[in-house]
C-alpha cells in the first residue's frame, strides 16, 4: 500500500476518533476541553460541506440529497486529508531517518 493512502486511512480512523469524541454524551453538562479541541477541528470540513450545500440549496430534493451525500463524503475527505498531512510527513521523515 502507498504511503500516502496509508496516511490517509490512519487519518481517516483518527477524523471517525475526533468526530465521535467531539459529540456530547450529556446535553445538559458543559463541554468538556478535549470535545471543545476535537470539534474545533471539524471546521475546515464544516465550512466545505455549508459551502457547497449552499449551491444545491435550491435544486429539487431529487437532485439536492444525493450532492448532499457527496458533500458529505467530500467533508469526510477533507477531514481525513487534514489528519493524514502531518502523519504523511513524519512517515516521510522517518523513512530518510531510517535510510541514513
Known sequence: ???ALRSLAVGSLV???AFSISIPKDSLQPETGIQLVA???QAPGVF?????DGLVADLP???AVPLDLM???GAFLIEAGFFALPIWFVGR???????S
Request: no cysteine.
Open 1 to 3: 500500500m502507498n504511503a
Open 15 to 17: 477524523e471517525v476518533l
Open 39 to 41: 470539534a474545533y477541528t
Open 48 to 52: 466545505a460541506f455549508t459551502r457547497f
Open 61 to 63: 430534493a431529487g437532485l
Open 71 to 73: 458533500a458529505l463524503a
Open 93 to 99: 521523515w522517518w523513512s530518510r531517518h531510517a535510510a
